[in-house]
């Protein structure tokens, strides 16, 4: 080989070497040695859905532990049961707890009678003592109620005529009974009473008029909180369906008053359902007092107190 030759030749490996050498050099700055691969998330098999994260369309949420919490308003749902205020109805209201069951559950709290509270503003029962409901159905907006023999129990036709009012009275306040028929320790009932009232067929609301004062508030009703505007409910029968309402503090201040008008009125019972306007400014006892104003003099008729308690 000549000298040109050999010299070419050592060139060649040494650009080689040079090449091996650089491919095998890091890149400034990088670490040395194998490459780790770059961190991910960690995958799991727990359900991906947190407390409170709304579900996709077709996908089941999984329960999340919750420790129990204490009964709250959102378990509990207010009833009407109808008692006695002198010779007229008068509508109560009761906190139950919710439940499929509740026209059972209004019936319960309607045979335990009105409270001491209640009974101090003169309510009262019809119903003898000792009732009890023994089963209750509902089926093509007729309810069956079945109560214990001492229903047909003492009293004169007023009296029977009073405790079927309350009865039918509790129940009609559903929208699923228009009517109520009744049986007694499970056998139909045709008459009650010595004077015999009629209860061969459903009974509803009506027939019962008498019963009734001219203006029938049932809500809000007596010793209800009242902390803002207030809804007002019930039946009238006034002249020109035009009845007042008033509202009074514990020192006699007048808080609200204003005219309310029924559907109907002047011999015929109409409905009232509004809210009225009032901002609560102190705290305490205060009097929802409905009247008519006398045709003749202007003076206050057919009055009806409800005792209320005033919030901020």
């Given at each position: ?73 959102a378990q509990q749902t207010d009833v009407s049961v109808y008692f006695l205020r002198g010779e007229h109805l008068a509508a109560a209201r009761r906190a139950i707890p ?215």
């Amino acid at each position: 080989m000549s000298k040109r030759s050999a010299g070419m030749t050592i060139l060649v490996v040494g650009l080689v070497l040079a090449g091996l050498l650089s491919a095998c050099r890091s890149p400034a700055g990088a670490p040395t040695g194998t490459a780790s691969p770059a961190a991910s998330p960690t995958t799991t098999t727990e359900p991906t859905s947190q407390p409170g994260a709304i579900p996709t369309v077709g996908s089941t949420p999984t329960p999340a532990a919750v420790s129990p919490t204490p009964t709250t308003g959102a378990q509990q749902t207010d009833v009407s049961v109808y008692f006695l205020r002198g010779e007229h109805l008068a509508a109560a209201r009761r906190a139950i707890p919710r439940t499929p069951q509740i026209g059972t559950a209004a019936l319960e709290e309607l045979l335990t009678g009105p409270t001491a509270e209640e009974q101090s503003i003169g309510f009262s029962s019809a119903i003898p003592p000792g009732t009890r409901l023994r089963e209750l159905s509902i089926e093509n907006g007729v309810a069956t109620v079945d109560l214990s023999g001492q229903f047909a129990e003492e009293g004169g036709s007023l009296s029977m005529m009073a405790r079927v009012a309350q009865v039918v009275f509790t129940l009609t306040q559903f929208p699923s009974v228009q009517g109520v028929q009744f049986r007694l320790d499970g056998q139909p009932v045709e008459a009650l009473g010595g004077e015999g009232l009629m209860l061969d067929r459903p009974v509803g609301r009506d027939g019962f008029e008498e019963l009734l004062p001219a203006i029938f508030v049932e809500s809000p009703a007596p010793f209800a909180v009242i902390s803002g505007p207030i809804h007002l409910q019930g039946t009238a029968n006034t002249f020109e369906a035009t009845f007042m309402v008033r509202l009074t503090d514990a020192s006699g201040a007048v808080l609200l008053e204003q005219p309310v008008m029924a559907t109907s009125g002047s011999g015929t019972r109409g409905s009232f359902d509004v809210t009225l306007d009032l901002a609560v400014q102190r705290a305490g006892p205060g009097t929802l007092t409905v009247y008519e104003a006398s045709a003749r003099d202007g003076s206050p008729v057919n009055v009806v107190d409800i005792p209320v308690m005033l919030e901020r």
